[in-house]
């Protein structure tokens, strides 16, 4: 795990796949457009970093640790259960940032 990448960097790549500007993915809202970037970014920092939940719940807007968790656990059932809705969005942002998670598994 890395824990030198910049968890900023993470949050703007995932802004940028999904369209999405920073305020966004750490706003309050719980719009689908931003609560699916908000839980891929929970995830790539969990899976592929040292971050810990305390950090990236944080840098998301002061959130609860267990909403980090909570996050994490979403997406990887989502890979699990392969629903197809919600899987295809996520794999395709996930492996278009393939060059961040290389950086990452350093």
């Not at 971050?51 to 998301?60: K, N």
């Not at 640790?65 to 259960?81: A, C, I, L, R």
Request: with cysteine.
């Amino acid at each position: 795990m890395n824990n030198n990448y910049p968890i900023a960097e993470i949050a703007a790549d995932v802004c940028v796949q999904f369209k999405i500007t920073i305020e966004q993915l750490c706003g309050k809202s719980q719009k689908r457009d931003y609560s699916y970037p908000r839980h891929i970014f929970c995830y790539i920092c969990r899976m592929h970093t040292g971050y810990t939940l305390r950090e990236i719940g944080i840098f998301l807007g002061n959130r609860d640790h267990t909403t980090v968790m909570h996050s994490t656990q979403t997406v990887k059932e989502f890979f699990k259960t392969k629903d197809s809705l919600f899987l295809n969005e996520w794999w395709d942002v996930y492996t278009s940032n393939s060059a961040l998670l290389n950086q990452l598994k350093k």
